[in-house]
């Protein structure tokens, strides 16, 4: 199926449907009991309350719907290939406990998505028989992405370089990216970092919640795991490495030290692909305004996540208070559905449904954070990183990648130019992208034969 008049209207629907989900708020609740005005982007030219016709009398709507079918979109971060990992699914199999599939992939006009090579911290130190370890489980999921590119050759491109994003756009299919989740996952190996560049991924996150033998991590509860106070010698020279290749290095996850020791050693833009911020949601996951303004120096973008975890204090509060009141039955489904993930998230909103309710977070607040890192980073350092499939609770009216022009449509509503949405959506990132790829062709080197022999030291 090709992006053309089908996706038009289909656009067209799915911003109509989105018009009152998307209504715009004068604050947002920041921790439990406090208001916050929302920043305004510096680029706005009008008011939030835009009017539904613009001077020539198109509708706010239509000229949504136009602009998102000619932007380039693209999502930093969908965790669709664990899913289909654990469950021996496929990217056709559309499922009501998914946020990802080819259909709504199509419906949402997006034109590439990095695939999430995650590798829970666990396997790192203990690895199984059946499941091997880190690096195993990275190459299991290059695999099952290459699986599904080749399965379904007329709606899906693997890419590999920002001309590649730019042809699947140009041929009406979506582009498929890689980035590795957990640097443990290169088990302390350049070599192996080197063999997963060969095998397409694009990006690694330094860490997940877990530090590693050269990275720090934010964590995500309880005290920060604090092994390093940033990085090591070989943590740096992972950073170095990876620029040579061409390889994004992504800070989301990664601690404030080991983000700033980062921006000590970069040479090219740096990416967080899935971080939100920290004056808007405190979590330590997200970026504050000092690590906003230091990406936005380095010449990278910040894309944000739009788990409502990451997105207000108050859902924040309200989901621990939750698990602290039903971490037994939660234990008990997930343990119960371990390997089947689906099966596990329907038990789950049965659950949830059967306690107490948890607060919704307004689609108008993933926008405030957008608005925000805009006001700070500027408005060339700002994209999107949804964590499809990687969490468990959406803003309000964004049920999957089919909800992507929802944002379109906001952003007008709030009066950004046309040619900054698009910034926002996808440009602001391939700038990045072939910024990354220019650096390290100017290094004119070879990529195993002039690639660092520095083990870690021990």
């Known amino acids: 199926m090709r ?65 998102h079918e000619r932007a380039i979109v693209i999502d930093g971060h969908d965790d669709i290939p664990s ?15 998914t946020h990802t599939d080819i259909a709504k992939m199509k419906r949402g006009g997006l034109t590439g998505s990095f695939f999430s090579i995650y590798v829970e911290g666990e396997l790192a130190e203990k690895p199984t028989v059946s499941g091997g370890g880190a690096l195993r489980r990275a190459i299991d999921l290059v695999d099952l992405t290459y699986r599904q590119v080749e399965r379904n050759p007329d ?3 693997l890419a590999t370089t920002a001309a590649d994003v730019r042809r699947a756009k ?19 190996s350049l070599a192996a970092l080197r063999v997963l560049y060969r095998l397409g991924c694009r990006y690694m996150t330094l860490t997940h919640t877990n530090s590693n033998e050269w990275a720090d991590s934010a964590g995500y509860s309880g005290p920060p795991p604090v092994r390093h106070h940033g990085l090591t010698p070989f943590g740096e020279e992972v950073v170095r490495e990876m620029q040579r290749l061409g390889m994004l290095v992504d800070v989301s996850h990664v601690s404030d030290e080991t983000f700033a020791a980062v921006m000590r050693v970069a040479q090219a833009p740096v990416i967080a692909s899935h971080s939100s911020a920290r004056a808007i949601a405190g979590h330590r996951r997200n970026l504050s305004d000092d690590m906003l303004r230091a990406l936005a120096k380095n010449g990278g973008v910040a894309m944000v996540n739009f788990w409502a975890m990451f997105l207000s204090d108050e859902y924040g509060a309200a989901s621990r208070a939750w698990h ?21 998230r329907e038990a789950l909103a049965k659950l949830r449904a059967e306690t ?6 307004p689609l108008s607040v993933l926008v405030d954070h957008i608005d925000h890192m805009v006001k700070v980073a500027g408005i060339d350092h700002v994209g999107l990183g949804s964590d499809f499939d990687g969490v468990d609770m959406m803003p309000e009216g964004i049920d999957g990648v089919d909800s992507l022009p929802k944002i379109t449509l906001e952003l007008l509503r709030r009066g950004y130019k046309d040619e900054d949405v698009l910034k926002i959506l996808g440009e602001n990132f391939l700038r990045v992208f072939e910024r990354a790829e220019a650096f390290a062709q100017a290094k004119g080197s070879r990529l195993s034969g002039d690639g660092s022999l520095k083990r870690i030291e021990r």
């Open 3 to 67: 992006f053309g008049e089908l996706g038009r209207w289909s656009l067209v629907a799915s911003i109509a449907a989105a018009v009152s989900a998307c209504a715009p708020r004068d604050t947002l609740r920041g921790p439990v009991g406090e208001s916050t005005t929302r920043p305004r982007a510096p680029t706005a030219s009008s008011t939030p309350n835009a009017k539904s016709t613009t001077t020539s009398g198109e509708t706010l709507e239509a000229r949504a719907a136009r602009l």
């Open 83 to 97: 899913v289909m990992h654990a469950g021996g699914t496929s990217i056709v199999d559309a499922s009501p406990w």
């Open 155 to 157: 709606d899906l491109l």
């Open 170 to 188: 140009r041929d009406g299919k979506v582009a498929v990216l890689m980035g590795v989740e957990g640097g443990h996952a290169i088990e302390n």
């Open 324 to 344: 602290e009141k039903n971490g037994k039955a939660y234990a008990e489904i997930r343990a119960r559905h371990k390997n089947d993930p689906l099966a596990f």
């Open 356 to 361: 107490e309710p948890l607060p919704k977070v």
